[in-house]
């Protein structure tokens, strides 16, 4: 009887294993997976203005009387091209405008390639392509927000095409 259930045992978890391996398999297929970073995962660039520093579940905002910069992790997939396009959102109040770069730096600290714009757009989704990004390359995005919540930073998409 014991021999019985540890026979049903190792097969139900050869079942789930199985399936389990299955199921990243076919996740590991897919051509394109873009990674989102939301806003909130964005720190301040001065770390003596981090009470200056709003997080919201729409992304990130300033509430000091003067614009303020973040510094935002953008996670990606490696890839094998020599660049990668970035998607930074956001919105801005009327009269309001907001700076960003992307930089890409090596490994080893040493800078690879960036890309700057300004928006005064109610809302934005702008693209940045990076021309040098390597396999084992870092980016990040930062960006000067408006004045008193005068904009918002939702976030950045790698995007992985």
Not at 20 to 37: D, F, P, R, Y
Not at 38 to 67: K, M, Q
Request: aromatic residues 8%; glycine residues 10%.
């Amino acid at each position: 009887m014991v021999s019985i259930k540890k026979s049903a045992l190792v097969l139900g978890l050869l079942a789930v294993t199985g399936a389990v391996m299955g199921v990243g398999l076919e996740a590991s297929a897919a051509t394109s997976q873009n990674i989102n970073t939301h806003g909130a995962a964005c720190n301040p660039f001065n770390a003596a203005e981090a009470a200056d520093i709003d997080y919201l579940t729409t992304g990130v905002r300033t509430v000091a009387s003067s614009p303020r910069k973040v510094l935002c992790p953008a996670p990606r997939h490696p890839v094998t091209g020599p660049g990668q396009t970035f998607w930074v959102d956001g919105s801005n109040s009327p009269g309001k405008s907001t700076l960003c770069s992307v930089y890409s730096t090596t490994f080893n600290g040493q800078f690879a390639s960036a890309y700057s714009f300004s928006s005064s757009a109610a809302t934005y989704d702008h693209p940045a392509t990076l021309s040098s990004v390597g396999t084992f390359d870092y980016v990040s995005v930062l960006c000067q927000l408006p004045a008193q919540g005068g904009g918002v930073l939702f976030g950045v998409i790698a995007d992985d095409n």
